[in-house]
C-alpha cells in the first residue's frame, strides 16, 4: 500500500500546484489539470524512461497531451521535478516558485504546451483538439525508422475523441502496427458547456477501440494500483506484434475537492475563498489517502537508452538532368517540357538517397502528386507513408515525425490540404520541419472543376510568410516552380531550411525555362526578360502565360520586364529596384484568388513609399471545368493576351 499512498500524495501535491498556478494567473483549466493528477503522476515519475535534465533526449519516452488544456498539471511536476527549459538561450531547471508565472508573457509555461517557447519535454503545439494522438503516431513512426525503443503516451480528452482525425489516427495506428503508441482516454465526463454525449462513454468508447482493432484496459483513473498495472501491461506489450493497447481512465473533473466538481468550473480558477475551500478539500483528502505513506517511499524515474549516431547532413543532389538520366527518364528531356509534379517526384526520390533522415508521406493520391517515385524505389520504400484519404492525420503525423528527426515531405493535392489548414497551422506552431507540397494546383487544372483546384491556398500560406517564427525567419516559405528545373532545386532549398515550407506544382506539362546552372533560394526571384517600360510579375504556371505575353507587347512596340515571383517571402529592395527600372509600372499574374502574390507585391510597395502603379491579374470569379488549361485561363480573363491588355492600360497606350 505504500507506492500507492505515494501516488496519492504526490498526485494531490500536483494538484494543489495546479489550482495555485491557474489562480495566479487569472485563467486556465484547474478541474481537467485535476482530472489527471494520478495518470500524471505514474507517467512521469514513474512509468516513462526520460530524464528532467534532457527532456527533449532522442531515445525519451514522449508525452503528447493531446487534451492540451490540462497542461497545468504537466507544468505542476515539471516544477517540482526540476525539468530543464530554455530562456533566452539558456537552460535552466524549473522550480515549485515557476507555477506562478503560469500565461506571464516572458514565462515558459504557455497557456497550451508548445516547445517552441522553450519546454523541450513537448514536441508538438497542442490544445487544438484532436490532433495529439496522430502526432503520437509519427513520434513513434520515426522511433521505428531509427530503431529507436520509445514509447509514445497520448491523453486525449472523452469530448475530443469525437474528433475525426482521432478515428484516422487510431485507425492508422492499427494499420500499422504501431504498438509504441498508447492512446490514454479520460473520461472525466464534461467538455466546456456539458456533459459530453453517450458516444463518449467509456463503455461506448470501449466498443469503438475494439471495432478498430484495440486491447482495451478501463480503469479508474485515480486508483494507483490500476494505473501502474495498466501502464506496465503496456510497457512489458510494446514492442510486441499483438493488437495495440489503449486505456480509457474513469475520471472525476475537479477530483479531491468536491466545490468545483460538476458543470459550470471549465476553464474557471478557483480564487479567494473559492480556492482555499479546494484547497482544504485536497488536504483532506490527502489525510484520508496517505496514512500509510512512510517517509521512505518515493519513486525512481527510468533513465533513456543511449541515442543513436545521428544521420548527418544532407548530400547535395545531382542536377536534374543527371537525376532524369539515372532513373531512365532521359527521353523526357528531349521533349522539352515536363509537368512540375512529375519533376518533384524526380527530386523527391533523389533527395531520399541523399540522406535517410528525409520520409515522404501523402494521402492515396502519389500517381498524381509523383511521390510514388519515392514509395516504388526499394531502398527508400520504408520510409514513405501511405496515409490514405485522412490529410488531417497526415500533417500531424509528418508534424510528430519531424519531432524525431526527420525531414517530412506531405504531398497531396493543394485543394486536399484545405481540410488540414489547422493541422498545419499547428505545427508551424510547432516549429515543425515539415514541407507540403501540393500538386494540381490552380485553375490549369481545368476539366476537374474547382472542387479540385486549389485557389485561396496561396494567401492562406502566404499569411504565415508575414510573420516570423521563433528563429526569426518566416513562419513558412511559399514556393511556385514555373519549371521543372526550378521545381527539382526548390526541393533541395526546402530540404536544406530548417522550417516550414509549401510547394505548390500543376499537373499541366510546362516547357523547360532554367538549367541545371540556375541557383534557387528561398526568397529569391528570377529576371527572364530586362525591358523598360513594365514589369510583369508572374508565379508558377503563370510565368509561360505571362511570356508569351512579353512577345506580343514587344510586337507592340512594348519593352517588358518579366520576372518569376517563385518565392513568397521575396526580396523587396531587389524587386522595388526592378519596378523603377520599368517607371513604376507593373502587373501581376497569378492562377488563384487573391490576397496573394499581388498582394504581397502591394504591401512592399506602401512599405517603399514611391510611386508605383500596380495592376493585379488573378481569379476573380469561382471557374467552372472546361476541357483545357487554355479555356481556362480564356474564362479567368488570364490568358496572354488579357496580360497585354492590362500593361497597355497601365501605360495608358490606346
Not at 2 to 8: D, G, I, K, R, T
Not at 372 to 387: P, Q, T, W
Request: proline residues 4%; charged residues 20%.
Amino acid at each position: 500500500m505504500s507506492l500507492e499512498a505515494a501516488v496519492h500524495a504526490q498526485a494531490i501535491e500536483l494538484d494543489r500546484m495546479s489550482l495555485e498556478m491557474c489562480a495566479a494567473a487569472g485563467s486556465g483549466h484547474p478541474t481537467t489539470a485535476l482530472s489527471l493528477g494520478h495518470i500524471v503522476t505514474v507517467l512521469m515519475y514513474r512509468a516513462m524512461r526520460w530524464s528532467p535534465d534532457y527532456p527533449d533526449y532522442p531515445t525519451s519516452d514522449r508525452l503528447v497531451l493531446s487534451e492540451g488544456h490540462a497542461v497545468p498539471i504537466v507544468y505542476a511536476a515539471a516544477c517540482k521535478l526540476g525539468v530543464v527549459v530554455e530562456e533566452a538561450g539558456q537552460r535552466r531547471k524549473l522550480t515549485p516558485a515557476d507555477i506562478t508565472t503560469l500565461r506571464e508573457q516572458g514565462s515558459t509555461l504557455d497557456g497550451h504546451p508548445n516547445p517552441e517557447v522553450g519546454f523541450p519535454f513537448f514536441d508538438a503545439a497542442t490544445g487544438s483538439l484532436g490532433q495529439g494522438l496522430s502526432v503520437a503516431a509519427g513520434i513513434a513512426e520515426a522511433a521505428r525508422l531509427d530503431g529507436i525503443d520509445k514509447r509514445v503516451y497520448c491523453i486525449i480528452g472523452d469530448g475530443e475523441s469525437r474528433e475525426g482525425q482521432i478515428a484516422e489516427a487510431l485507425d492508422i495506428i492499427v494499420e500499422r502496427g504501431l504498438n509504441a503508441v498508447l492512446p490514454i482516454f479520460n473520461c472525466n465526463e464534461y467538455g466546456q458547456a456539458e456533459r459530453v454525449s453517450h458516444q463518449q462513454s467509456p463503455e461506448t468508447l470501449k466498443k469503438k477501440l475494439e471495432a478498430y482493432g484495440f486491447d482495451v484496459t478501463t480503469i479508474d483513473g485515480h486508483n494507483p494500483e490500476q494505473i501502474i498495472k495498466a501502464l506496465d501491461a503496456f510497457a512489458d506489450r510494446s514492442a510486441g506484434n499483438g493488437a495495440p493497447m489503449a486505456v480509457i481512465a474513469k475520471t472525476v473533473k475537479g477530483w479531491g475537492a468536491p466545490s468545483i466538481q460538476g458543470g459550470g468550473w471549465h476553464g474557471k480558477p478557483a480564487t479567494g475563498e473559492a480556492l482555499n475551500k479546494a484547497l482544504a478539500e485536497l488536504d483532506e483528502k490527502r489525510l484520508t489517502l496517505t496514512t500509510t505513506l512512510s517517509s521512505s517511499d518515493s519513486f525512481e524515474i527510468q533513465p533513456p537508452a543511449q541515442a543513436p549516431e545521428g544521420p548527418g547532413e544532407l548530400a547535395e543532389l545531382p542536377g536534374f538532368t543527371e537525376s532524369m538520366r539515372r532513373y531512365d527518364m532521359e527521353s523526357l528531356l528531349h521533349t522539352g517540357k515536363l509537368a512540375t509534379r512529375k519533376a518533384y517526384g524526380v527530386a523527391l526520390r533523389a533527395l531520399g538517397h541523399a540522406g535517410r533522415q528525409v520520409v515522404a508521406l501523402d494521402a492515396d493520391v502519389k500517381n498524381s502528386t509523383f511521390a510514388e517515385m519515392f514509395a516504388k524505389d526499394s531502398d527508400l520504400a520504408d520510409r514513405f507513408v501511405e496515409c490514405k484519404i485522412a490529410e488531417q492525420n497526415m500533417v500531424s503525423m509528418a508534424a510528430g515525425m519531424a519531432a524525431g528527426g526527420k525531414i517530412p515531405f506531405v504531398s497531396t493535392f493543394s485543394k486536399f490540404f484545405a481540410r488540414a489548414y489547422d493541422q498545419i497551422e499547428m505545427a508551424i506552431y510547432s516549429g515543425a520541419n515539415v514541407k507540403f507540397v501540393g500538386s494540381h494546383s490552380g485553375v490549369t487544372l481545368a476539366a476537374d472543376g474547382p472542387s479540385q483546384m486549389s485557389l485561396p491556398d496561396v494567401a492562406w500560406f502566404r499569411s504565415f510568410s508575414t510573420a516570423k517564427n521563433h528563429q526569426g525567419n518566416p513562419a513558412c516559405y511559399v514556393l511556385q516552380p514555373a519549371d521543372a528545373y526550378a521545381a527539382y532545386a526548390l526541393v533541395q532549398a526546402m530540404a536544406e531550411y530548417d522550417g516550414a515550407c509549401y510547394m505548390r506544382t500543376t499537373r499541366p506539362e510546362a516547357e523547360f525555362i532554367y538549367s541545371d546552372d540556375t541557383v534557387f533560394n528561398l526568397g529569391g526571384m528570377e529576371v527572364l526578360t530586362q525591358g523598360r517600360d513594365v514589369a510583369i510579375c508572374a508565379s508558377g504556371y503563370m510565368v509561360h502565360e505571362a511570356n508569351r505575353a512579353v512577345d506580343l507587347l514587344d510586337e507592340a512596340g512594348v519593352s517588358a520586364t518579366l520576372v518569376d515571383m517563385y518565392s513568397l517571402p521575396f526580396d523587396e529592395d531587389k524587386l522595388m529596384d526592378i519596378l523603377s527600372q520599368n517607371n513604376g509600372y507593373v502587373i501581376s499574374v497569378e492562377d488563384n484568388f487573391g490576397g496573394a502574390m499581388g498582394s504581397a507585391i502591394a504591401d512592399a510597395m506602401v512599405r517603399a513609399g514611391d510611386a508605383f502603379q500596380l495592376e493585379q491579374m488573378h481569379v476573380t470569379r469561382i471557374p467552372k471545368s472546361a476541357r483545357t488549361a487554355e479555356e481556362l485561363l480564356q474564362q479567368c480573363g488570364l490568358t496572354a493576351e488579357h496580360i497585354k491588355q492590362a500593361a497597355m492600360r497601365v501605360l495608358q497606350v490606346v
